[in-house]
């Protein structure tokens, strides 16, 4: 039973061993090259069976032919599988603005290079989120400071309007 265990823990390992990414690159250029060739060799037959059974074409129409038979497996071999994968992970768009936490965080770490500079990045880090969560409550309180003053400044007018009336 142990030997049993033992060996399902072997193929388990080896499963992953086999699919680590240098082996996964692998087996996508393999497949990427068999698809080239076969890409090539239906071309080719194509091209073969146009110029046997069309016997009404010009030396220009078939050298245009082979012109455009060269283009097309040029094209087929610029494409590469790999990269059609890695570009469909990448993102594409406009990068996302840094937020209020990221630019604080940012020049916070700068000063306290400049101020610490024994401490290392974990703890300037800390420091700075530190100073983000006082600076945070401080906004907080200046935030609804000035909403309570926009509301009476806003009672203010409605009160002015409603004497004016």
Do not use: C
């Amino acid at each position: 039973m142990f030997y049993i265990i033992d060996l399902r823990v072997l193929q388990v390992y080896n499963v992953l061993e086999m699919y680590s990414i240098s082996n996964a690159k692998k087996v996508i250029g393999g497949i990427n090259t068999f698809i080239h060739d076969t890409n090539e060799i239906v071309i080719d037959r194509l091209l073969e069976l146009a110029l046997e059974n069309i016997q009404d074409f010009t030396e220009d129409q078939k050298e245009k032919l082979n012109e455009v038979v060269f283009k097309l497996k040029d094209e087929l071999f610029k494409e590469s599988l790999l990269t059609t994968i890695q570009q469909k992970k990448k993102k594409t768009g406009p990068k996302r603005p840094p937020t209020e936490y990221n630019i604080f965080i940012k020049n916070k770490i700068d000063e306290l290079k400049i101020t610490n500079p024994e401490l290392k990045n974990t703890q300037l880090m800390s420091k700075a989120a530190e100073l983000w969560s006082l600076n945070k409550k401080e906004r907080q309180q200046e935030q609804e400071e000035q909403e309570e003053q926009e509301q009476e400044e806003q009672e203010e007018q409605e009160q002015e309007t409603n004497l004016e009336t």
